[in-house]
């Protein structure tokens, strides 16, 4: 899972998560970290977990398990050394510097998603529907990362906080959601 594009783990989970639209990985590290209090955890995004543990959870998640996941900070830190390991970037290299020069432009932004593939859309909504239940005013985060960081989309909820996205389904575009409020963060 690590090292690898997203078209190559969807392909790779076929047979275990036919049903998946999104990386295993993704969605059940984002539930861990739901699970084991990551939303009133401190500093869950800026602190590490200890190395030891994310490596043993990671040789668990290379197996589809997540049976050492016991702390958020860990499950947290593997989930940021996926994205950083990903074969591609999430967001193409390519399309960097117009990415930046627009973050603050909404007809831009969704112009730049519009050419983007339809499963680094379903994965970037999952990840910014994760996020923003971190800047929920409820929610205890660093008060170094601004509210604009996490905010972009919301949908319904389930049990884990992820709304349909939680279990990897659904395909509403990223541009259909900008701008509504966030809704599943309990």
Same mark, same amino acid.
């Given at each position: ?13 076929? $047979?275990?998560?036919?049903?998946? *639209? ?5 969605? &059940?590290?984002? !539930?861990?970290?739901?699970? #084991? ?60 510097? $117009?990415?930046?020069?627009?973050? *603050? ?5 969704? &112009?730049?998603? !519009?050419?983007?593939?339809? #499963? ?67």
């Amino acid at each position: 899972m690590f090292g690898t594009t997203l078209e190559e783990i969807l392909a790779t989970q076929n $047979e275990q998560f036919p049903e998946l *639209e999104i990386p295993w990985i993704q969605r &059940e590290l984002t !539930s861990v970290i739901i699970r #084991l209090g990551g939303l009133s955890t401190e500093g869950i995004f800026r602190l590490p977990g200890e190395i030891d543990r994310v490596n043993a959870l990671r040789v668990d998640v290379e197996d589809y398990h997540v049976r050492n996941a016991d702390d958020p900070h860990v499950s947290c830190s593997l989930l940021k050394l996926w994205l950083r390991e990903m074969g591609k970037p999430i967001f193409p290299e390519e399309l960097t510097e $117009e990415i930046l020069n627009t973050s *603050e432009n909404k007809e831009e932004s969704l &112009e730049i998603i !519009s050419k983007l593939s339809d #499963l680094t859309k379903t994965c970037l909504t999952h990840l910014i529907r994760f996020l923003q239940v971190f800047a929920k005013e409820k929610v205890r985060f660093n008060r170094n990362l601004s509210f604009y960081n996490f905010s972009l989309t919301g949908q319904s909820e389930d049990e884990n906080g992820l709304g349909e996205f939680g279990n990897g389904h659904g395909s509403e575009s990223v541009s259909s959601n900008v701008g509504r409020p966030p809704t599943f963060a309990r």
